[in-house]
Nanobody, 116 residues
Framework: QVQLVESGGGLVQAGGSLRLSCAASGGIFRINTMGWYRHSPGKQRELVAAVSSGSLPSYADSVKGRFSVFRDNANSTVSLQMNSLKPEDTAVYYC??????????WGQGTQVTVSS
């Protein structure tokens, strides 16, 4: 059974950087897409960035040019490098793995807080 473990959230000042990591274990050969979503109070959970096997990464318009997603298939990890952070980036960030066949799994979430 696949498990996702996230790390790297925290508090940072506006303009700063953070890197989130998500490690998958168990059944990783069945993962098609890995990505990051975020959820802030009063808003719906939204896609931040994702990368599918054999495809280029995709990004939300709000983070293009500031965030970069990296997938390491050898180590079964996906990372999110977040630069030039803004207060509106404050949210709980979730890693998501989508499997061949359509099922998916969420990580436990990690809080990112950007102070102005």
């Amino acid at each position: 059974q696949v498990q996702l473990v996230e790390s790297g959230g925290g508090l940072v000042q506006a303009g700063g950087s953070l890197r989130l990591s998500c490690a998958a274990s168990g059944g990783i050969f069945r993962i098609n897409t890995m990505g990051w979503y975020r959820h802030s109070p009063g808003k719906q959970r939204e896609l931040v960035a994702a990368v599918s096997s054999g495809s280029l990464p995709s990004y939300a318009d709000s983070v293009k040019g500031r965030f970069s997603v990296f997938r390491d298939n050898a180590n079964s990890t996906v990372s999110l490098q977040m630069n030039s952070l803004k207060p509106e980036d404050t949210a709980v960030y979730y890693c998501k793995a989508e499997f061949v066949g359509g099922s998916y799994l969420w990580g436990q979430g990690t809080q990112v807080t950007v102070s102005s």
